[in-house]
DNA sequence: CTGAAAGCGCTTACAG
DNA sequence: CTGAAAGCGCTTACAG
């Protein structure tokens, strides 16, 4: 026997479809399907009765079915390095605050973990309407692919993949700002401790460094600048080589908050008081930063801001609103003084 | 002009269908979606130049002309209060661990945001194929929906909504095992401060605190009980009710982390060294608990492998390997200790 | 203002 | 071992 034209879900119970609709209301599928769309007028009467249809078996269409004859998917898919990275969640909070209201669904993947370069191959595969990425270990070849499929994406942080939006926070004023505040705190001798040397994150960070030492008429001491990690342990290091000087800074901009919080380790061994003896200053707010003690002076990077952003981005491209230009959104950070300067 | 059956991403490019396929390979549609699915035997042959022209094609099926036909979505949601919290990005995590390889996509949703009522509703309507949801804000009727619907869920936390799987952690035994850690390192007057009195996680690690005290055959001490809010101002006034005391304890099982750093705020501003003065406990191990001064004694709470065992278990009721009976996997606690014990 | 029917791109009985 | 064709549940030209 040939299948009936009846909906079933897997469990093998009817659920009203269109067609049930239609009978009930005694009007067509086309009527019902244009009801719901209000792409074209429908007799009050009649809209009324099909309205009352759809209550009364609880319809709602079948996206699967929508989706093959309009092409989408309904799917926008974000994929990070990692998820233990506390940005990243509040990055799609952020595209959750635009995507829900218009009734598409977010899929978050890994990129760092086993399978982390078929993702997107899969997303690919799985036709997502866009996508978000953080291009950190993700190679410029499935950049290519992603092209080609014609998925919108835009990616998160400095590099500006070919064919893409980008969007990313103004590091070089925020580490600026950071400094700047230091600088007019009354700090004399302000050292660095930055991250992996080839971040970009490192690099711009210090840039906003240099150019409020520029400002303000200060040499850069080379001694005074270390290039660490980007860890707890890293800060830890780099604060080793610049507390145990002669001349040791009376203040410290670190390249983001895990290697401020290394920093406070260090001071804690020597018994330097933050931020009397020394004052120390991070990048980023996450969490720890006011659960330490003392509380860190830092930059707040508006995770849940940048993934509102990327979500607008993506839904004016989906909207057809947009030519082929690529575009790049800069956020602002936010200067948040606590305790430790 | 009617719509010609070729098929096209929504730029209006040309996109390899099972049709070009089986041109290409000079054999019927049948044939290649059999090659695909491995569902029936097909001639070495005949399998291979398949497979060239799948290659050569770049073809990829359309999942949402499989979706309709065999009425699942291949998305599975996860529901959570809010992804600020970082536990639940870990758990979401763990069950992309299991859900990649299986192809099936993973959508993440906020149930505390202004629209949070709604989520459930747009993923039924989504069709999901089954989800995991912390109950927190979900009311009953809403799970009663998706029993309707008969989409397989899964509860986080002890709160057993009928019709669902449950994972959870024995909140009861970790709390047994760190307070009874304490005991064993001598520690005479051990207070405890729970977070709100009605929460489930309150009730499970104070039963906990309770028992170890049993079965060392101490009394509990009413004045040295304490429930307050599972943060870090609950944490430092339920401290300061018990520090401010005549005879204060000498250590304070906190109910999570959070109230633990609150306690250590407490002890410094009363100048009371910990663990010398004041040994304290925390419960979870978030990523703040190892970053405060001293590193917090806690319990870790496995959120990686939580998600996994909600995948699992979605997945066996997806294959249809489990009938209608609710199951419970508990997940094992892990005692940390570090320098606040 | 509304309906009948083609078509979206697959899968799967049915037939040989 | 393989193919022709029905059907999944919708949307949308086409026709009136």
Redesign the pocket.
Known sequence: ????????NYEGENVA???EVATTA??????V??V??G?????P???ARVEDAIARLG?T??PA??Q???GRSGAIALVVPTLENPFYPLVAAGMQDILVPRGLLLTISESNGPGGQDVLRHLIARRVDALVAAPFGLNNKLLGELREAKIPFVTLGRVSAAGGDLVHTDDVEGAREITTHLIERGYKKIAFIGGEKEAGTTRERFEGYARAFGSAGRPLVDDDIVFSQFTRAGGRTGAALLLDRESRPDAIVAANDLIAIGILDAARERHLSVPGDLAVTGYDDIDAASLVNPELTTVENPAREIGRACARLLLERLDGDVTDVTRTVALSHRLIVRQSS
Chains 1, 2 share one sequence.
């Open positions: 026997m040939l299948m009936q034209n009846v909906s079933m479809g269109i067609r005694g009007v067509s599928m086309s009527t399907s244009h719901m769309s792409k074209r007028h429908v007799a009467a009649t809209r319809y269409a079948n079915a929508a093959m004859r309009s």
